[in-house]
């Protein structure tokens, strides 16, 4: 049997508190998450731990949050710190500087106050009603009753049956130009008068749902730390906090601000995912799931696999990826969530046999889930049947209307049918529900270039490229825009940047740039990124065909030039001459001209020697050295 820590016992109390607190205020996602993240502990050490005593509430010794005033997090300027710790250092080691508005851990009320029978029976009563779903029923239910969970499950269940009626609304308007950009929910005002002095984390998490709907970010963001602060384990709020930042930067400034350290694998889970909800991890993460997944952690963890394969996505490690979903499926068949990356993945590598399988399969399990509807729609467009591939990212929307994915995928389609508007409009939506997608804003200019509005493509691109700053299409798109628009220096300067992250045996990069240059008469520049195309096809053992008209390029420079490279020039030409593509004919007159110019050249060269032999002769003999000689003709 394994070694139990203090720790495992701390980590393993806390989930099962997490899932009974969470079950019984109907936060069914964060009761999952703990759920699944319990299971993945080694059973040796869950049911040790199940008969061990735990004096303190939180996996760390942190006192808790004394009475002092509530810190603001609005004003102060975090101090930046590092996002990921040295993965060398072990989880207890200690942690940067915290901000000293940071708040401490709370203990948190695991109902050490009795509630009597009364309240005891109604609060039953609500959560069965809330698991039905009749939302409407709660408040009635748990009128009278005065303990924070109760309050919660009113506040909370008036709240989605409000959702329900402005979404209901919302979709009155569907392909109306009359329908808001978003559902209307004014009754939000309402509930957040209700909670906005509450202390409970709980009704805090509540506060800070609120204050993101009207975009009081900062806000959101400060009553998100403080409902993390007295109930760590609420994986809802740590998603929330999630949401609420824009890139990588604001992410290292937030963390010193955190309750718990940078080591807490609470902190590393949520750095991993913020990363990948921003589009933007590294192999630092790829390792830092690694380290979770060892069998002194979480081993188990199909959520800790899921964000790795993520990771792996956006890192365009296609193959590894995939092979951590097989893995991932070999342990949960039936797993939907997160389906749509695996899809992704398939549809980018052009795997036709397993998405049409995968597709088959989850309509079987459950056609009405938006991640099915997803799947399905990539395979309809991975086949060529757009209209088909719109219909089902639709659905996808009408069945989650914030399911970014299905926008962005249906916009993709409608680029490829040519309908630029409804294009522009998908990606709006999207750019509406999460603004840091950059696929949403490439999509934009996308469409806009096809209407050959170049400078409205170029805003989006760029908007795009500052979200993805290494990725390779973007700064290639900025470069076509400006180059359509005549701007060829800005356009040599976006193309330059792209070939930085690009792979180096990448040629249609140069290849652009050697002609913008060309345009530009600076010849010898893009002479040398021609033969950069020459060397790397040569390099890759590419066929002739592929860089027959770079080595013309190369050629024709070498021959106008005072003193070129004839033989290098003859080597180019003798290699398109001697192949099968269609630019033989131009090759072979080429090289009649490269020998003539050869020959001309040696001819002018003995001349010239000549001369200067007649010289120096002529000289010497006039010093008395030597006889004259005879005039060299």
């Known amino acids: 049997m394994a070694n139990l820590t203090h720790s495992d016992t701390n980590v393993v109390q806390d989930l099962r508190n997490s899932i009974r607190e969470c079950t019984s205020r109907g936060l069914l996602f964060a009761a999952k998450w703990s759920s699944e993240l319990l299971l993945s502990i080694p059973a040796s050490r869950r049911h040790v731990s199940h008969h061990t005593n735990r004096q303190s509430t939180f996996s760390t010794s942190t006192p808790a949050r004394s009475r002092s005033p509530r810190p603001s997090f609005v004003d102060e300027s975090p101090v930046p710190t590092q996002i990921l710790p040295q993965l060398s250092q072990p989880l207890q080691s200690s942690a940067p500087t915290r901000h ?43 009128v009278g009753c005065v303990s924070p969970a109760a309050r919660f499950m009113s506040v909370y269940s008036r709240f989605l049956v409000s ?43 509540l506060k800070a749902i609120f204050l ?109 990826a995939e092979a951590q979903f097989d893995r991932i499926f070999a ?60 219909k089902y990212f639709r659905r996808a929307t009408q069945l989650d209307r914030t399911y970014l994915s299905a926008w962005t995928l249906m916009g993709h389609e409608y680029v490829e049918i040519k309908n630029s508007h409804a294009a522009i409009e998908a990606y709006r939506r999207a750019v509406n529900i999460n603004r840091k997608d950059y696929r949403a804003w ?43 628009m005549g701007r060829l220096r800005e356009a040599v300067e976006c193309l330059k940047r792209a070939l930085i992250p690009a792979d180096p045996h990448e040629i249609t990069i140069n290849l652009m740039l050697a002609r913008i240059y060309r345009d530009l008469d600076e010849h010898a520049e893009a002479v040398a990124y021609y033969r950069r195309v020459v060397e790397v096809c040569q390099s890759d053992l590419r066929p002739v065909q592929d860089y027959a008209k770079s080595c013309l390029e190369v050629a024709a420079y070498q021959l106008k030039i005072p003193d070129g490279d004839l033989l290098l020039a003859q080597d180019y030409l003798e290699r398109v001459a001697a192949s099968n593509a269609e630019d033989v004919d131009r090759a072979v007159e080429m090289l009649k001209a490269v020998h003539i110019a050869m020959q001309t050249r040696i001819r002018c060269t003995n001349e010239e020697l000549g001369r200067v032999l007649n010289m120096l002769a002529t000289t010497d003999a006039a010093q008395g050295i030597i006889p004259p000689p005879p005039t060299y003709q």
């Not at 979480?298 to 964000?307: D, E, K, N, R, V």
Request: proline fraction near 6%.
């Open 100 to 142: 000293p508005h940071a708040p401490l851990l709370a203990p948190f009320d695991y109902g050490s106050r009795e509630l009597d029978a009364q309240e005891e029976d109604s609060l039953a009563t609500a959560r069965i009603c809330f698991e039905s779903k009749e939302y409407s029923r709660v408040p009635a239910l748990v």
């Open 442 to 484: 490439y999509g934009l200019g996308q469409a806009y270039e096809l209407l050959n509005m170049h400078e409205y493509a170029l805003h989006y691109y760029q908007y795009a490229t500052a979200l993805k700053p290494y990725d390779v299409r973007l700064w290639q798109a900025q470069g076509m825009c400006y180059e359509e």
């Open 212 to 320: 993101s709907r009207f975009s009081r970010r900062e806000e959101a963001i400060e009553a998100a730390i403080l409902s993390i602060a007295g109930f760590p384990w609420n994986w809802s709020s740590w998603t929330l906090l999630s949401s609420c930042i824009r890139d990588g930067e604001e992410l290292t400034a937030l963390l010193p601000l955190l309750p718990l350290p940078p080591t807490h694998p609470l902190v590393q889970m949520f750095q991993i995912r913020t990363l990948n909800e921003l589009q933007n991890p590294s192999e630092n993460e790829i390792a830092l799931c690694d380290r979770l997944l060892e069998l002194e952690n979480y081993p188990g963890s199909i959520w800790l696999m899921i964000q790795r394969a993520t990771a792996l996505y956006h890192l365009h490690d296609f193959g590894q």
């Open 331 to 390: 342990l949960d068949p039936y797993r939907i969530d997160d389906i749509d990356i695996l899809s992704n993945i398939l549809y980018v590598t052009n795997n036709r046999l397993k998405l049409t399988k995968l597709a088959n399969e989850f309509l079987a399990v459950d056609k009405n889930r938006p991640e099915v509807c997803c799947l399905v729609g990539n395979h309809y467009s991975l086949r060529g049947e757009h209209i088909k591939a719109i």
């Open 163 to 205: 959702e329900h009626s402005a979404i209901s609304e919302w979709h009155k308007f569907d392909a109306s130009r009359n329908q808001p950009v978003e559902p209307i929910n004014d009754t939000i005002k309402e509930l957040l008068r209700e909670v906005v002095n509450d202390t409970d984390p709980f009704l805090l998490f």
